[in-house]
T-cell receptor, first 113, second 111 residues
Framework: DAGITQSPRHKVTETGTPVTLRCHQT?????MYWYRQDPGHGLRLIHYSYGVKDTDKGEVSDGYSVSRSKTEDFLLTLESATSSQTSVYFC????????????FGPGTRLTVT | GENVEQHPSTLSVQEGDSAVIKCTYSDSASNYFPWYKQELGKGPQLIID?????GEKKDQRIAVTLNKTAKHFSLHITETQPEDSAVYFC??????????FGTGTSLTVIP
């Protein structure tokens, strides 16, 4: 499982509230990613990080922000959750060097009511 | 950006038969094509990948083929077993930062 944990694993929140999801890795990987998975859309990249304090946007970044103050933690924040952000969120790491291999965490199911 | 299309969306095969899942991509700059298997309630698991400088790669019962000219790649599973039942995703990437996924194929292997 590449030493990836996500917390919480399940969360129900109300529209308009802030939410932070955490991804933690134990193997010192430089690259980390946040995806959302929705029926009919596969996985879509929200944001990624290529080092501490180095992040960039993916294809569905609107409404999300990220932070990475330590190598092992990558946080995804929904500043004001909306029902359209109800989804399953996956964190992933990429192995080093020229390898593009990605390994995923177990996911967080978020429901915004 | 890249657009990855995956077919079929569902596939049922008898145990022991072969299964083939196909993907097309739009960006000729894409050079890395992984396949993932996702079981219910779990994260996707990398099962095989191929780079653009290779036409075919095999790992036991799983193989992937790539046709750069036509911009399509396929996953082949031979001698299918019930434990192969899962959702399979293809993806394409260029720099290794932006990965674009297909919409998934739900494979059912009938014992």
């Amino acid at each position: 499982d590449a030493g990836i944990t996500q917390s919480p694993r399940h969360k129900v929140t109300e529209t308009g509230t802030p939410v932070t999801l955490r991804c933690h890795q134990t193997e010192n990987h430089r690259y980390m990613y946040w995806y959302r998975q929705d029926p009919g859309h596969g996985l879509r990249l929200i944001h990624y990080s290529y080092g501490v304090k180095d992040t960039d946007k993916g294809e569905v970044s609107d409404g999300y922000s990220v932070s990475r103050s330590k190598t092992e933690d990558f946080l995804l924040t929904l500043e004001s959750a909306t029902s359209s952000q109800t989804s399953v969120y996956f964190c992933a790491i990429r192995t080093a060097g020229n390898s593009y291999e990605q390994y995923f965490g177990p996911g967080t199911r978020l429901t915004v009511t | 950006g890249e657009n990855v299309e995956q077919h079929p969306s569902t596939l049922s095969v008898q145990e022991g038969d072969s299964a083939v899942i196909k993907c097309t991509y739009s960006d000729s700059a894409s050079n890395y094509f992984p396949w993932y298997k996702q079981e219910l309630g779990k994260g996707p698991q990398l099962i095989i990948d191929i780079r653009s400088n290779v036409g075919e790669k095999k790992d036991q019962r799983i193989a992937v083929t790539l046709n750069k000219t036509a911009k399509h790649f396929s996953l082949h599973i031979t001698e299918t077993q019930p434990e192969d039942s899962a959702v399979y995703f293809c993806a394409a990437a260029n720099t290794g930062n932006q990965f674009y996924f297909g919409t998934g194929t739900s494979l059912t292997v009938i014992p």
